[in-house]
């Protein structure tokens, strides 16, 4: 099992909106409803911010939202604020009660 | 408030051994399902084991499987790893995370542990 696929890198400038892919395949991402997103600062440990795909957990802001199709997730920062820079990953259910992790994408606030 | 903190890392041999281990407080750990997870130097998160709430069910990653064991510890509400046969690729942050379940399936970890430093060399 591979990691999922993300870009190593995107950026947007303050107030606008980014989106972050996720390409896994149909044994993961596509079989099941059980996309996650994290963000983790530097040196920071993560933080769970969407779940089941585009679920956001309480206290979570309204401009994070996730979406998927077909095999490919994504997730996307609407209003970008300074604090959004950070690190985000996905993870998917893989089956047989295993997970796998995006390799992750640096976002920038320009 | 629900915490989790990590112990055990250290400086270890190839080839040796080191317990992690994760006191959980601020839930029912007893019946809650609780994962590793790890992230070497500069690199992103890789899942590692998982347990579930009783402790009778355990899962590990191909790339540890038959080194690393996770067991629990549910009168001391402590989640361990067992880790044998180190190697210099082992090296990573080991983070414990708690899963949010829903009717018994797994939607993700919802908190985390401030993780705990391994380092293999010689």
């Known amino acids: 099992q591979s990691a999922l696929t993300q870009p190593a890198s995107v950026s947007g400038s303050l107030g606008q909106s980014i989106t972050i892919s996720c390409t896994g395949t149909?044994?993961?991402?596509?079989?099941?409803?059980?996309v996650s997103w994290y963000q983790q600062h530097p040196g920071k440990a993560p933080k769970f911010m969407i779940y089941?795909?585009?679920k956001r957990p309480s206290g979570i802001s309204y401009r994070f939202s996730g979406s998927k199709s077909g095999s490919t997730a994504s997730l996307t920062i609407s209003g970008l604020q300074a604090e959004d820079e950070a690190d985000y990953y996905c993870?998917?259910?893989?089956?047989?009660?295993?997970?796998?992790f995006g390799g992750g994408t640096r976002l920038t606030v320009l | 408030e629900v915490q989790l903190l990590e112990s055990g890392g250290d400086l270890v041999q190839p080839g040796g051994s080191l317990t992690l281990a994760c006191v959980a407080s601020?839930?029912?750990?007893?019946?809650?399902?609780m994962t590793w997870v790890r992230q070497a130097p500069g690199k992103g998160l890789e899942w590692v084991s998982a347990?579930?709430?009783?402790?009778?069910?355990?899962y590990h990653a191909d790339s540890v499987k038959g080194r690393f064991t996770i067991s629990r510890d549910n009168s001391k509400n402590t989640l361990n790893l067992h880790m044998n046969s180190l190697r210099v690729e082992d090296t990573a942050i080991y983070y414990c995370?708690?899963?949010?379940?829903?009717?018994?399936?797994?939607?993700?970890?919802?908190?985390w542990g401030q993780g705990t430093m391994v380092t293999v060399s010689s």
């Open positions: 995370a708690k899963e949010l379940v829903y009717g018994g399936i797994t939607y993700g970890f919802d908190v």
């Open positions: 601020g839930f029912t750990f007893s019946s809650n399902p």
């Open positions: 347990i579930s709430g009783s402790g009778a069910k355990t």
């Open positions: 149909s044994s993961d991402v596509g079989s099941y409803n059980l």
């Open positions: 089941e795909d585009t």
């Open positions: 993870c998917s259910f893989a089956g047989s009660r295993h997970w796998l």
